[in-house]
């Protein structure tokens, strides 16, 4: 383990009194400040929409500019979804299911069947044995040298950047979450067919205004940069140098919220369309907390301080991840295992 991720080890017996008291106060959603994140969200998405018709009948120049930014406005969106999800946007649990409801279709991602597949990912994030809900397929290099070649080459694609934050993204919002999971209850089957309807219903009347060759080049564009953009956020949050990886008789919910959750320090501009997210650290250790707190939260004390933030150019380096190595407790690239095999002396299959 780095030296800097030593310095930000926090003993769970010393910190959890403290971090326990510290993010209660933050618990506290506020009427005011979510009523303004939906307008100031809204409002410019269905505007840009409009923009977006009026600019296809002078240049598709026009219009896909309108289209890409229309997307960011999605990432926010889905923000807005997400504390719905964690019941933390509004005090009202009807609130939160309403606009996490009407935010999903915008943003083609089933509410309840959401909710209940982030919630694993919550209880499980950087806990070895408890992968494969809610996150990004990633394989111990053991694991990645037991497998078999059509394991591997599996691996691999999945793992490669296009398909990973290109071709991916717009599988899962535009496929993926239109078909319920056979282990998902009633209730979270039933919210991918309503969200399924509304789409339908939706996708029809812009399809009448637009023409539907046109509207589906638009809604791509759309769902392709709002995805790309996501997909990223989500595989820096866990995938980057530092992060905690435990096997579940070791794993600590204080140490994987605050080592296995980076702390994303965006542009300030980066960071209003992302919702904060980038405080991931503290999502993870209270996602009660909204994200118009989190900011603040992560202020108030120095003992979330310590967590050494990602950047902006840092995380390019995530890029090179592709395999967790139990040994030296990192994540690696595939060039390791050529080191790891000399040390081990387990010929290749």
């Known amino acids: 383990m780095s030296e800097n991720s030593t310095e930000a080890k926090i003993s769970s017996r010393e910190s959890v009194p403290a971090w326990k ?73 009807q609130a939160n299911d309403f606009w996490g409801f009407v935010t999903g279709v915008l943003t083609f991602t089933p509410y309840h069947h959401w909710r209940w597949e982030h919630a694993i990912h919550h209880s499980s994030s950087g806990d070895l044995d408890r992968r494969g809900t809610g996150d990004v397929w990633t394989l111990t290099v053991q694991e990645y040298l037991e497998s078999s070649r059509w394991k591997r080459f599996s691996y691999r694609l999945a793992r490669n950047p296009v398909i990973l934050f290109v071709i991916a993204p717009v599988v899962l919002f535009a496929i993926k979450h239109r078909i319920p999971s056979t282990k998902a209850s009633l209730r979270e089957r039933l919210s991918v067919h309503w969200t399924n309807l509304a789409l339908l219903v939706i996708g029809g009347s812009l399809s009448y205004a637009f023409g539907l060759k046109n509207y589906l080049i638009l809604q791509l564009i759309v769902v392709a940069v709002a995805g790309t953009v996501g997909v990223w956020l989500f595989y820096v949050q866990h995938q980057f140098e530092g992060v905690y990886w435990e096997r579940a008789e070791e794993w600590d919910y204080a140490l994987a919220a605050l080592q296995g959750s980076s702390f994303y320090k965006l542009p300030r501009v980066l960071q209003w369309f992302s919702g904060n997210i980038g405080f991931h650290h503290i999502h993870h250790l209270s996602p009660r907390i909204p994200n118009y707190q989190l900011e603040d939260c992560h202020k108030s004390e120095p003992i979330f ?45």
């Open 21 to 93: 008291e510290i993010v209660l106060r933050y618990q506290k959603p506020c009427v005011l400040k979510a009523s303004w994140q939906l307008l100031n969200t809204l409002v410019p998405y269905a505007a840009l929409w409009y923009l977006m018709y009026r600019a296809m009948f002078v240049s598709w120049w026009l219009a896909v500019p309108l289209a890409v930014l229309a997307g960011g406005f999605v990432v926010r969106m889905f923000i807005i979804h997400h504390d719905c999800g964690h019941s933390s946007f509004f005090k009202s649990r």
């Open 305 to 349: 301080q310590k967590v050494k933030p990602v950047t902006l150019l840092g995380s390019l380096k995530s890029f090179t991840f592709r395999l967790w190595d139990e040994q030296k407790r990192v994540l690696v690239g595939y060039g390791h295992l050529r080191q790891f095999r000399a040390q081990s002396n387990r010929p290749d299959r």
